[in-house]
């Protein structure tokens, strides 16, 4: 005589996602960890001036501008994925939202 076990219980699809989504609307941090857009922006310069130094403001006011930046673009994305009556975006809407 086994034991029977509960079924986990499973969202519908989709739902933890706009969850998430809504998370992370309401919030007002960084998307991206500083750590890793920070050594991205050091290798980036240092192929134009290897002694560069940034002022910690400095950093966080570009990658504020970055993800500024990539929010609109992801925007105007979902824009041209909607207009094509398609749920997710293509490379095709990245390419037009340029």
Known sequence: ???????????KAGTVTLRSIKKLQNSTGLLLQKAPFNKIVREITAEFAPSMMYQKKAMEALQEAAESFMIERFKAANKHAIHAKRKTIAV?????AA
Do not use: L
């Open 1 to 11: 005589m086994g034991v029977k076990e509960k079924k986990k219980y499973r969202f």
């Open 92 to 96: 095709d809407d990245m390419q037009m």
